[in-house]
């Protein structure tokens, strides 16, 4: 293990986070009504809300080190389910829309999230679910507990094209 690894220990646990996110509520699919996802998010971080300070931040860890996970070129060049730009090319997907699927397969759950990486096929039917919800789980639930704005910054970058080895072509 190198030095920096060692040095990342989020305080939750991956069964931990699984066990929560799975709380959710969401088909294995991803297929759910986004009122309902929203409704699950509030749900859960209240129920973050009672964990100690250092759950509430690992479990944002974690969610921010499964998004990373998933950021590889391999996935988000894969174009939008069910969607053709004019001329009948495939539609890409934008960074945001990535994002975003990314975070419906994470909401999925664990048995998803596993067997999509590596293959990016069963990515495919998530290019078309957005659950930006679940990407502010952590921080409203840091601000019921403390009555604070969250402004921890996630020790992995989850934004688009962050993991340099996901996307070796834009290394820097």
């Known amino acids: 293990m190198d030095p920096v690894s060692e040095q990342y220990r989020p305080a939750m646990s991956w069964d931990?986070?699984?066990?929560?996110?799975?709380?959710?509520?969401?088909?294995?699919?991803?297929?759910v009504d986004?009122?309902?996802?929203?409704?699950?998010?509030?749900?859960?971080a209240?129920?973050?809300?009672?964990?100690?300070?250092?759950?509430?931040?690992?479990?944002?860890?974690?969610?921010?080190?499964?998004?990373?996970t998933l950021d590889r070129a391999e996935f988000g060049t894969l174009p939008v389910l069910g969607l053709t730009a004019p001329g009948g090319s495939p539609?890409?997907?934008?960074?945001?829309?990535?994002?975003?699927?990314?975070?419906?397969?994470?909401?999925?759950?664990?048995?998803t999230y596993e067997s999509?990486?590596?293959h990016p096929e069963r990515f495919a039917p998530f290019t078309d679910l957005h659950a930006e919800a679940i990407l502010h789980i952590h921080e409203e639930a840091y601000e019921q507990a403390t009555g604070e704005e969250?402004?921890?910054?996630?020790?992995?970058?989850?934004?688009?094209?962050?993991?340099?080895?996901?996307?070796?072509?834009?290394?820097r």
Do not use: K
């Open 16 to 31: 931990r986070f699984w066990q929560l996110i799975d709380r959710l509520g969401m088909t294995e699919d991803g297929r």
């Open 34 to 44: 986004c009122a309902d996802l929203d409704d699950a998010c509030e749900d859960l």
């Open 46 to 68: 209240a129920t973050l809300a009672e964990e100690p300070v250092e759950q509430i931040l690992g479990f944002g860890e974690r969610l921010a080190e499964a998004l990373f």
């Open 91 to 111: 539609f890409p997907q934008s960074d945001d829309g990535f994002l975003y699927s990314r975070a419906a397969v994470v909401a999925a759950g664990r048995r």
């Open 116 to 118: 999509v990486l590596g």
């Open 150 to 171: 969250c402004d921890h910054l996630t020790f992995h970058d989850y934004e688009t094209c962050s993991n340099t080895v996901g996307w070796p072509e834009l290394a």
